[in-house]
């Protein structure tokens, strides 16, 4: 599916079970219908005109995606006053993607609904400094909080977290490339999900919330002639690999992101947890 080769959906989809692990409180209807509505709301299909916004939404993706392929970005600083202050290098030819992508056949779909990211492949050597997460990562169905990663040529070389870290350390130990990054995504913290203020316990929905990194596997449609290659010439080109791809949010209401470019010219991407522009 990482390749995109064919047609895929991963979408969300209320039951009774998770609607009283987020509402507990609330009755067994009460809850559900707080789910439901909370999923409809995050997909952008709660208003009059769904298809026509969701339209909208695409094409803006749209625009932010090309915009950043073209900036051929070298690499992006990440800071914020969690902590934060990450460089992640992107590989030549790197591409931006989000929203709506098309399969082998040409046949366009979209992989999440919701999804409000545009993302892209780190390169798995030049990833530099502190990252510190900003919400809970549910991995295996427990929950890892309050940690920080840090990186050096790559690699993580230290991690704490304050809840769950004997888990972060399974996680990082899982295969060799489970210490590096495969994927770099911006999402402003004005998402719907991220304005929902809930933690889903559920990752298609909390990685829409923020800004986010992934441990693990890179997606070959983030390199230029990426699904036409094989492992070892993934790997050549810069993309990890690794049996994990494990998402974690980072992004902060003053979070700051900006690209830098072969010639040392550095252009703002995210002011305050928001697109610059």
């Known amino acids: 599916m990482m390749a995109s080769k064919v047609t895929w959906l991963v979408a969300a989809v209320p039951s009774l079970v998770w609607a009283k692990l987020l509402f507990p409180d609330d009755t067994e209807a009460d809850a559900f219908h707080k789910l439901e509505t909370a999923i409809l709301k995050s997909a952008r299909a709660d208003g009059p005109h769904p298809l026509h916004d969701w339209d909208i939404h695409l094409e803006n993706l749209k625009k932010r995606r090309t915009w950043l392929t073209a900036q051929a970005f070298t690499a992006l600083h990440y800071t914020n006053r969690a902590g934060t202050d990450l460089t992640v290098g992107l590989p030549k030819g790197h591409?931006?993607?989000?929203?709506?992508?098309?399969?082998?056949?040409g046949i366009p779909f979209n992989a999440n609904i919701p999804t409000e990211e545009v993302y892209s492949a780190p390169q798995y050597d030049r990833v530099d400094g502190v990252v510190c997460s900003t919400r809970p990562l549910i991995y295996r169905g427990n929950l890892i909080d309050s940690f920080r990663l840090t990186f050096k040529?790559?690699?993580?070389?230290?991690?704490?977290?304050?809840?769950?870290?004997?888990?972060?350390?399974?996680?990082?130990d899982t295969d060799e490339g489970a210490r590096r990054l495969g994927e770099v995504a911006l999402i402003p913290c004005e998402s719907p999900v991220s304005l929902s203020n809930t933690l889903y316990y559920e990752t298609l929905l909390d990685e829409n919330a923020s800004c986010h990194l992934a441990l693990g596997k890179a997606y070959?449609?983030?390199?230029?002639?990426?699904?036409?290659?094989?492992d070892a010439e993934l790997k050549a080109a810069g993309l990890n690999d690794s049996i994990v791809h494990a998402d974690f949010m980072i992004g902060s209401e003053d979070l700051a992101v900006t690209g830098i470019k072969e010639d040392g010219t550095k252009v703002p991407v995210f002011i305050n947890g928001s697109w610059a522009d």
């Open 95 to 105: 591409i931006w993607q989000g929203g709506t992508e098309e399969s082998a056949a």
């Open 153 to 172: 040529k790559g690699k993580v070389i230290r991690s704490h977290a304050e809840k769950g870290d004997d888990l972060l350390t399974a996680l990082l």
């Open 220 to 230: 070959p449609t983030c390199l230029a002639g990426g699904t036409a290659m094989a």
